[in-house]
Structure formats: C-alpha cells, structure tokens
C-alpha cells in the first residue's frame, strides 16, 4: 500500500504564530485530505484537495500531485487550533493515513 | 442534512466473542468506508462498500466483515475478538469511492 509520512510528528506554537506541516506519499494519489481530530475522536474535514491550493479562513492547503506531498498552513495559531492534523489519500477504492502531527498551541 | 452517525458510542466485550457496529450515511451518500484507529495511531482502512459491494479491503483477517444496505447504511461485524482489537472504529460515507469522506463520531471498542 501507499505509505504517507507527517512531518513535524509534534509541533508547539505560542499563540499567534504560523506552521506549516507537511504530508509525503510514496506514490501518486487521486483523493487527498486534510483532517483535524478534536480530543473526543471525531475527524473534522479540514480540506479536500487532490491538487492545487485552498484556502478557509486562517487555514491554507497545497498540493503538488507530480511530486506528491501537501502542505498545510496555519496563520495565527489559536489554542482551539489544538489537536492532532492528519493528511489522507488514496487512489480508487482504499484510503491511507499518516501518522499524524501533534499540535499544542499555548497561550 | 443529517450527518454520519454511528452506533453504539462504546461497547466492551470479551476475547473470543462477536460484535456489530453500525453506521449511518450522509444523505445522498452511497459509499461507505470502516476504519480502526489504535491509540496514538493514524486510522487503518478496513473496507469500503460501494452500492452494496465490497469495493475495496485493506489488511485485516476475514474474521472483520461487513454489510450495506439498500439504505447505504452499513455495519461492521467483528468475529473472536483478540485484545488487539480495541480501538476506536470510525466509519465515513461520500457520494462516491473517489470522493471527499465524511466521518462519523466513531466507536470505541473495548476488549477485555
């Protein structure tokens, strides 16, 4: 199967600052997403984004599909911003995650 | 519009006994994908039904089947349950098996 790997694993903000976290695939996909986990479990779609670039408030996504990673961008992080982001993706029929980043943003 | 739900919230069951969960599509959906999420780990696809097929399996035994029906909802059957097996079980729904997933609330198994 495709494998995706998160970077960074762990990331912690002061409140107000900018990250960028990044998503590699090992082979090419036609189905990619963004999702942000909130402590009860639930997967919150962030964004759907097979290629190209998106944008939703403070929140940006990027895909570069012929070289196969995303990237998610965080302006002026909020401690609601907390939480684990994970990136999605898949060709057809099966769907792989990655391992997920860890976000803490404090106040 | 209703969401993806999913049902029971929690259960916790026995090594060697048998479960079933249950999920709810978004309205309009006719795909529905199950996946586990071990502790502190990414989920892991199970299987995803399309129009009451199984479209597509990842790695796990046979013992993890399941159903959709005519409603696209779906269930998740788990037979002999391991300890290795508690975990929280979500399931998605979208309009299609190359689609934007929606997830539900999940469920979260416990085996003892």
């Known amino acids: 199967g495709i494998q995706v790997e998160q970077s960074p694993p762990d990331l912690i903000l002061q409140e107000g600052a900018n990250s960028t976290l990044r998503c590699n695939f090992s082979?090419?996909?036609?189905?990619l997403q963004w999702f942000h986990q909130n402590p009860w479990g639930q997967l919150i779609n962030l964004f759907y984004?097979?290629?190209g670039t998106k944008q939703n408030g403070r929140l940006s996504a990027t895909t570069v599909a012929t070289e196969r990673y995303s990237l998610l961008y965080i302006s002026s992080s909020q401690t609601t911003d907390s939480g684990v982001y994970f990136c999605?993706?898949?060709?057809?029929?099966?769907?792989?995650f990655g391992t997920g980043t860890s976000l803490t943003v404090i106040p | 519009e209703t969401g993806v739900t999913q049902s029971p919230t929690h259960l916790i069951k026995t090594r060697g006994q048998q479960v079933t969960l249950r999920c709810s599509s978004q309205?309009?959906?006719?795909?529905v994908s199950w996946y586990q999420q071990a502790l502190g780990q990414g989920p892991q696809f199970i299987f995803q039904?399309?129009?009451?097929?199984?479209?597509g399996r990842g790695n796990f035994p046979p013992r993890f089947s399941g159903l959709q029906f005519p409603n696209y909802s779906s269930e998740l059957n788990v037979n002999a349950l391991e300890l290795d097996d508690s975990a929280l079980y979500l399931c998605?729904?979208?309009?299609?098996?190359?689609?934007?997933?929606?997830f539900g609330p999940g469920t979260r198994l416990t085996v003892t």
């Open positions: 998605a729904s979208s309009l299609g098996p190359v689609q934007e997933q929606y």
């Open positions: 082979d090419s996909v036609n189905n």
């Open positions: 984004i097979p290629s």
């Open positions: 999605a993706g898949g060709t057809g029929n099966q769907f792989y």
């Open positions: 309205s309009g959906h006719n795909t």
């Open positions: 039904y399309y129009r009451e097929e199984e479209n």
